[in-house]
Each structure stands twice: as C-alpha cells, then as structure tokens.
C-alpha cells in the first residue's frame, strides 16, 4: 500500500487516494465493502469519507421479486459505516433507481440496495447497526451511548433501546427437557415476574410478566417437552406444573429446603436460648416432654427478675407482657367458645396470622420467649457495668455516661433496669457465663461438623448438655443434612419425618408438616441430581440488567434483553 493510502485513515491532515489504492485500502479495513467500486476515499477533519458505488448490474424488486437492470434515476446516498482508527467513516454511495419490469408490481420503481451494506430508510450501515446492537443489549442506552461515543460512533441512548428491541428473538415451540422456573422481582415487595431457564445450558428461554400458577400452566401447556421442572417451595408455580406438564418430575431445589431449615432452626434456638442460664451439667428444669418450668427456688429476686427481662425499670410488667398475655387469653376463649380463627380474627380486629400464632402456643410464655432470652446490646457492658457497681457507683446516670465514653449508644433506661435487681443486694453477684447468640447456635447446628473449630465444638456440646431439646435438633439436623449431602431422599426422608414429628420440638414439627404437603417434589429433589442452581445465577443477573437501565427497565425490553444476552 502507497504512503498516501495509509495517510488516508491515520494522518489528521486531509488526504485523499482513489482508484486501485483506494480499493486495495478498503479491503483491508473495511472488507464489507468488497462489492462496491470504491472511486475515492478522503480523510479530513470531519472523518474517513469513503465515495462509492454499486458494481451490481442490476437489482431485484422487494415487492415482487422481478429483476431490473432498466435504470429509472440516482441519487447520492450517505451511510454512516464503523469507525477506522478512531474516526468517523461516511459512505457517499451513488445508489441509482430501478424500474420494475412485473406489470402487476405495486411498485413503479425502486431503489437498489447493497447487500450485507445498507437497508431501506438505513443511515448507518448493517454492520454498524448490528454493534450498537450489541452494545446496547450489554449496556443498555446511557453506558452504551458513552461506550459508542469513545468508539467514534455519536448515539443517542434512545436509538441503542430501539435497536435492543428490534432485534429478532429464537422461536422455540418446546420447553427444555429440565427447565428451571423462578420469580424475580420487578417492584420489590409490588410487582413480580417470572423466569424460566433451560438448566442444562444455564440459558433463560423465557420470562413471564406475574408468578401466577396460571401464566406458568398456560405457557407449559403451549410448550410441551419438560420432564423436570425444578422450583422453589413456592404453591403457585407447583400448581402451575402440576397443571401444565402433569407428566413431569417436580424437583424442589435443596438449597431452598435447607434454607427452610435453617429459619425453622433458628426459631427453636430462640425457644430454647434461655435454658443455656444454668451452668453445663445441671439438670434441665423444662423436660423432653415439652412441660413448663418449674417455678424458680427462693432466693434473691432480682436475678429472676434479670432472668425473665418481663418487667421495666420500675418493677412494672411491661406492656408487650400484659399485651401478649391479654391476647393470649382472648384467643383461647373465643375459641373454646366454639368460634374459627377467621371469627376470633374478626372479632380482636386481629390478622388470621397473628390468631393462627397465638392459637398454636400453649401458653403465653411460649411467644415470650425471644423478648425474655434474645441477645441485646448491653450484654458486653455487663461485667463492666457489675464491677463499677462493686466499686460504689450506683448511679445509673454516672454509669451511662461511662457507657457513653466507651461507645455504648444505648439509653439510660437501659442501664436502669439492668442495674435494678442489684439495689436488694449488698453487692452485684458475679456475671453468669457468656450465652452465644441465637444466630452463632444456629450456625454451628447448620455448619458441617468438620468444618468447626475445636473451641467452636467444645461451645456447641457444651449448649447441647446444657439443653436436651437442643441436642435432640442437632441430631436431626445433622441427619437431613447426610440425606440431602448423599441423596438418599428417597430411601430415608420418610423415616426422617416421622422422627421430626415424634421430636418435642414444635418448631421442627412445622417443618416436617411443610414437608408433608410437598413431599413428593422434596423427595425428588434430595435424590435427583438436579437443582435450581442455573436459575437463580439468572435471577441475580437479572438484578444486574434491570438497575442497569436507569428506570427505563420496562418488561418488554427486559425480557429481550435476557432472553438475548449472551452466556
């Protein structure tokens, strides 16, 4: 190539080449352009100026098809191609007008276009249009906008949408043989949708615009092959398949019904937190068989009143107790009074949740139980605050302020009620062991054995000593989580679930009964090898794309910009 060529496309100055150096430039930057008979390329400061024309003789009629080579009239047309070396690249391309020789054509004339080149009413060539395209189906309009602006192509972010939306979409007439189903969110808590993934390629094939069972059985049913769908624990979208493809295997994810677990799990830790007060080895005053304890021998009050955590700083009964015990009370009688929770509901001005919950609790000490046992955030100022007080500062107002100097951003009615129970003794007793947070228990009784510390198994026999109910979990737990590990749903969770429901334990019975009304899909899902794995990496790109879009997230260009995006 001559020095004036290269000129042509790096050089700011203006240069210009034509004829054979000017085709031999662009079949090398630009071999899209192989079909024209290049005549001059110029380089300037507005860009690369390619002027060309058609080499073809003739050309066929879109209308009908007919071929002409019988030339009506010109004209000059300009084409925005992809930028070369940063700049700018304008075709000036001398297109000429055909008359269509098919008397019966609509069309009188028409004009030629270029292959792979230009389209009708297409200022920017196809090559281009396919780039923006593609920028914009990965960025979206206002990063694809900025993206294209240092690439040398101006575009405003509303053409990269247009362009997104115009893209075709592959026509599927069957469902994937393992298809994935789950619902992410278009407004949080508001608006949901659905999407559907083929597991076996990790690709989404669909997405509905509600979690409905009926959108999800209509579009099953409009798309039959899918012999496993895996879900959630969700009703609808069982409903749904159940509906839509009752031939297939429903496959509930595992890591789903173990995160149920884990939240029925922590509700029992909760329940049984307050039994870690007595030291390791004592007998458990609330036994397997679920009883009340007893009443706490005679001594000193307030320790009992440290304990229970029932009454304010003025020895009072606090108002969620008395609230709680009223309710309580209420439910009970109206229904042995012989009215349904929904009438009892009625009735207090109650939600039927709140009924149902008081109505399963044998007592009100039962819904107590986390207001009187839960971790709060005086608990690391409490040898502090015991040893101060030894030392003769019985002021609560002193005390918080030397809080105050150590971080604690608590009240000062805090300080007060803890400190209360020391005024009837002659010095505050020794702080009781240090109790683990509910959340830390559950994380041991959830965590493999072997991945513990050493101290963190000590901690972990050391709870399940001090509390039978706790240790009758780990238990369980410990052996759903070798049936879910080795797949062996099938031959031992129905033994599983007739242990949990013969266990005292109320939270691990809500377990097993949720199981009970999905077991079949639970079953399929802790013996199969299929999970929801790919779909939720879906769902979290999903996220990803709809915040990416400053607000014009609208679910049609959502939709194709999932479907679309490459893996």
Request: charged share 20%; with cysteine; glycine share 8%.
């Amino acid at each position: 190539m001559s020095q004036c060529a290269t000129a042509a496309v790096w050089l700011p100055s203006p240069a210009a080449v034509a004829g054979r150096d000017a085709r031999d430039l662009c079949s090398w930057f630009a071999p899209h352009l192989d079909g024209l008979e290049i005549e001059r390329v110029s380089c300037g400061d507005a860009g690369v100026v390619i002027e060309a024309r058609s080499g073809s003789a003739g050309a066929a009629c879109p209308a009908c098809g007919s071929w002409s080579s019988r030339v009506h009239s010109g004209y000059l047309r300009t084409v925005q191609d992809g930028p070369a070396g940063g700049r700018p690249v304008l075709i000036r391309l001398a297109v000429r007008r055909f008359v269509c020789r098919n008397p019966g054509c609509a069309a009188v004339t028409f004009a030629e276009q270029v292959a792979g080149l230009t389209g009708r009413y297409r200022r920017r060539s196809v090559p281009l249009l396919a780039l923006l395209a593609q920028i914009g189906l990965a960025l979206a309009g206002r990063a694809g906008a900025r993206l294209a602006g240092v690439l040398g192509i101006p575009v405003h972010r509303t053409t990269l949408l247009a362009l997104v939306t115009a893209l075709p979409e592959p026509c599927r007439s069957t469902a994937p043989e393992v298809t994935g189903v789950d619902d992410f969110a278009l407004r949080k808590g508001r608006v949901y949708g659905t999407v559907l993934v083929d597991v076996a390629t990790g690709k989404p094939v669909e997405m509905l615009a509600d979690r409905e069972a009926g959108t999800l059985e209509v579009w099953l049913a409009a798309h039959p092959g899918a012999q496993v769908i895996c879900r959630d624990r969700a009703g609808n979208y069982a409903e749904g398949a159940r509906g839509g493809a009752p031939e297939a295997i429903q496959v509930a994810d595992r890591w789903h019904v173990w995160h149920n677990l884990g939240e029925y799990v922590e509700k029992a830790v909760a329940a049984h937190r307050g039994c870690l007060t007595r030291p390791a080895g004592a007998s458990s005053t609330q036994g397997l068989s679920g009883e009340a304890p007893a009443p706490p021998a005679a001594g000193p009050p307030a320790l009992v009143s440290e304990a229970e955590g029932l009454r304010d700083v003025c020895s009072r009964e606090r108002r969620l107790v008395t609230r709680t015990r009223s309710r309580h009370a209420a439910v009970h009688g109206l229904l042995a009074a012989g009215h349904s929770e929904r009438e009892a509901a009625r009735i207090l001005g109650l939600s039927r949740g709140t009924v149902h919950r008081f109505a399963a609790a044998a007592s009100a000490e039962e819904l107590l139980v986390k207001a009187t046992t839960r971790q709060t955030k005086i608990d690391r100022y409490k040898p502090f605050l015991r040893q101060r007080w030894n030392e003769g500062v019985t002021s609560a107002t002193a005390l918080h302020a030397e809080l105050q100097a150590k971080g604690w951003q608590g009240s000062v009615q805090a300080v007060q009620r803890y400190v209360r129970p020391f005024r009837a003794m002659t010095a505050a007793p020794p702080p009781s062991p240090v109790i683990p947070a509910t959340r830390q228990i559950t994380r041991w009784l959830l965590t493999r054995p072997a991945a513990l510390s050493d101290e963190e198994q000590a901690q972990l026999a050391s709870v399940q000593d001090r509390c039978p109910h706790l240790a009758v979990l780990a238990a369980c737990v410990r052996s759903f989580a070798e049936i879910m590990a080795h797949r062996r749903g099938e031959q031992e969770l129905e033994g599983w679930l007739t242990q949990a429901e013969a266990a005292d334990l109320p939270e691990l019975r809500s377990f097993a009964n949720g199981i009970r009304r999905d077991q079949q899909a639970v079953t399929a899902g802790l013996t199969l090898p299929y999970s929801s794995a790919a779909v939720e990496g879906n769902v979290n790109k999903i996220k990803m794309l709809k915040r990416q879009m400053y607000g014009r997230a609208s679910f049609p260009l959502l939709r194709k910009r999932v479907i679309l995006q490459p893996g």
